[in-house]
């Protein structure tokens, strides 16, 4: 069968689309389902609950090292959902929901012009400053008005008995009317995890009021950062128009 290929800023792109490198900082927040619905509403999908009328937000980081998209930062607000035709809910449930994509700021053209036209993820462009210490840290913002600040502490080793397996996801979009859904195959490695272990500022960005409206800055339910990430975007699949 042969391969789809896109043509973005005059380069062609043969999918699956892969990452080679990258590393991740993230932190798991515990919102009210109704607040995570409403924002979401617009892309016909269903919050996923951990525990009855509450949601599960997730905030990251991405540095993109090597990979066809080029080198970028990405700044991230996943909110979990159902996959269409799942009820499920508890945390044992969570493995099994997906990641719809509500924000996602970039600092690279090419890669918001390929995530926009190929899986219809939101991608705006914006400004980060990174410090990279003995902690991470970086503040991201969008025409000249700040969206977020978050400081990570290094956290505990996991070991790798826990994180080394390959793993499928789903991934979910919504731009233009149209909801898509994108296979995402993932690999990690070097993962440290604490509970709590993020402080979060919001700024006075539309996106930022946004989360404000969920209840945020709050004490995240944990973090995690993730030393080497390897995945591949497969062609997204429309599930609603």
Do not use: C
Not at 10 to 28: C, E
Not at 43 to 60: C, D, E, I, K, Y
Not at 84 to 101: C, E, H, M, Q, V
């Amino acid at each position: 069968m042969a391969l789809s290929q896109h043509t973005i800023a005059g380069t062609v792109l043969t999918m699956p689309v892969r990452i080679r490198q990258a590393d991740v900082h993230s932190a798991m927040f515990s919102v009210p389902a109704d607040a995570a619905q409403a924002m979401i509403d617009y892309s016909g999908l269903q919050v996923f609950q951990h525990r009855p009328g509450r949601a599960v937000v997730n905030l990251m980081l991405a540095r993109y090292i090597d990979g066809d998209l080029g080198k970028y930062h990405e700044f991230g607000t996943a909110v979990m959902i159902n996959p269409p035709g799942s009820s499920a809910s508890g945390w044992r449930a969570l493995g099994s929901a997906g990641a719809f994509i509500h924000h996602l700021p970039v600092d690279q053209a090419f890669t918001l012009e390929a995530g926009r036209t190929i899986w219809g993820f939101p991608k705006i462009m914006a400004d980060f400053t990174v410090r990279d210490g003995k902690q991470l840290g970086f503040d991201v913002a969008a025409d000249g008005q700040h969206i977020a600040t978050m400081e990570f502490g290094r956290g505990l080793p996991v070991p790798g008995l826990f994180t080394a397996r390959p793993r499928t996801l789903r991934a979910y979009s919504h731009l233009d009317g149209v909801t898509r859904e994108i296979p995402w195959e993932i690999r990690i490695s070097g993962v440290r995890g604490a509970l709590g272990g993020t402080t979060l500022r919001l700024g006075s960005h539309p996106y930022a009021r946004e989360l404000a409206a969920l209840g945020l800055p709050k004490r995240p339910m944990m973090s995690s950062t993730v030393g080497r990430v390897e995945m591949t975007f497969g062609d997204a699949d429309v599930i609603n128009r």
